[in-house]
């Protein structure tokens, strides 16, 4: 996998129409961005492309319209957001077919250093198919391509993958660059020790990247929901806890895999439980702590317990690499958080380099407040899960090698 590709730091853009796919997949809340995280991680990319004299025609999208028209999922309140932000105009090119003629008007318009937003890329029925005819309508607006949506750099659409056929460069921009350096390089050359935590719900989500991560990483920590189905494959009880029956076969096979890779594999040596999952989620509930290997059969573990958060932080000091995906428990519950709090404090305090693979994960460390400790946190949910299983991304497989 060739993780070396032009970046916007090696192209000249002065003069030139650049097309720029962007993630501003936004929540909106009546017409009102709630969350612009996304936003403010693209303005190193745009601010780069403006200074350099570029034309900025920045493309994305939003939501699910499926291939159809649908106004609460226009762009145009990020054009509005994106323009205070930038501290200068932001054309919005409103087409339903994303470029017509407002977009090409706009764009034999600008001047070096304009910045034009079209709108939302799944408002054609071909973006997320790949289609021919999309691909070479994005491509007909710009001389240089540049990709900065880790977000959908594991789909390979239009708008990341179609049109960088289509022109002599596709680069990549800064925030794609970083995820390619973190994630991409700390799963293919890790400095060791490298530790791998990963916890959520099911087994069958993190099937390769369990397999995958077992033959780079020299610690594999498993806890949050999916612990349990490992416990039961060691012949544990597990009361009411989750379980995928279906995977106990492969639990077995990852375990004895680890033992003969010499690999060190961990799992929650107890366990908080309750009587019924919280309803609603963050309801208060009555917490039992039990050893791993004696969950009464009424009781659900719903996160790890102390002696658990314990062991694995112990294992995170000495690592050089951790990546870290998936919760420890129903971290969403003020009561069962402690765990997912405890490994999110562990890599905080740590020297190594501590990589968050998006998704829950990334929710939980930068609700409790660790953000700012973790050496990159990863836009992507389902991107990072597939960079993590050793795939081959089409979003940065499509950008121009060095």
């Not at 349990?228 to 076969?249: P, R, V």
């Not at 969950?295 to 690592?319: R, Y």
Request: charged share 25%; with cysteine; net charge negative.
């Amino acid at each position: 996998m060739s993780l070396n590709k032009v970046s916007v730091d090696d192209i000249n853009v002065a003069g030139k129409r650049v097309l720029c796919r962007c993630d501003f997949n936004v929540p909106l809340k009546d017409g009102s961005i709630t969350d612009e995280n996304r936003l403010v991680a693209a303005l190193p990319t745009i601010k780069k492309l403006i200074a350099d004299g570029g034309r900025v025609i920045l493309c994305s999208h939003l939501g699910k319209p499926k291939g159809e028209p649908k106004p609460e999922l226009s762009l145009a309140p990020v054009a509005v957001r994106l323009s205070e932000l930038l501290g200068q105009p932001v054309t919005f090119a409103a087409d339903n077919e994303v470029v017509g003629p407002n977009a090409r008007a706009a764009v034999e318009a600008m001047k070096d250093g304009d910045v034009v937003l079209l709108e939302n890329t799944r408002y054609r029925a071909e973006e997320t198919k790949n289609g021919e005819a999309f691909s070479k309508d994005l491509a007909s607006l710009c001389d240089i391509f540049v990709n900065d949506a880790f977000g959908t750099a594991h789909r390979a659409h239009c708008s990341n993958v179609g049109v960088s056929a289509l022109v002599e460069t596709a680069a990549v921009g800064y925030l794609m660059q970083k995820e390619i350096d973190f994630l991409g390089n700390a799963v293919e050359n890790p400095v060791r020790p490298f530790v791998a935590i990963l916890g959520g719900a099911k087994v069958a989500d993190k099937l390769n990247v369990i397999n995958n991560l077992l033959e780079k990483c020299d610690t594999l920590i498993i806890g949050g929901g999916m612990a349990y189905t490992f416990l039961k494959a060691q012949g544990y009880e597990i009361g009411t806890s989750l379980c995928d029956n279906e995977k106990l076969t492969y639990c077995k096979e990852m375990m004895e895999k680890a033992e003969k890779l010499g690999k060190q594999l961990l799992l929650p040596v107890d366990t908080v439980t309750v009587k019924a999952f919280p309803s609603p989620i963050d309801a208060e509930v009555e917490t039992q702590v039990y050893d791993s290997a004696s969950i009464p059969a009424d009781q659900e573990g719903c996160d790890i317990g102390p002696k658990t958060a314990e062991l694995f932080a112990e294992a995170v000091k000495s690592a050089k690499t951790v990546v870290w995906n998936g919760p420890m428990g129903v971290f969403e519950n003020p009561t069962l958080a402690a765990g997912t709090l405890a490994v999110a404090k562990a890599l905080a305090d740590t020297d190594a380099t501590t990589i968050i693979g998006g998704g829950d994960s990334a929710a939980a460390v930068n609700q409790m407040g660790y953000g700012d400790k973790m050496s990159h946190i990863s836009t992507g949910g389902g991107a990072s899960l597939e960079f993590l299983e050793g795939k081959e991304l089409p979003g940065v497989a499509a950008a121009t090698d060095k």
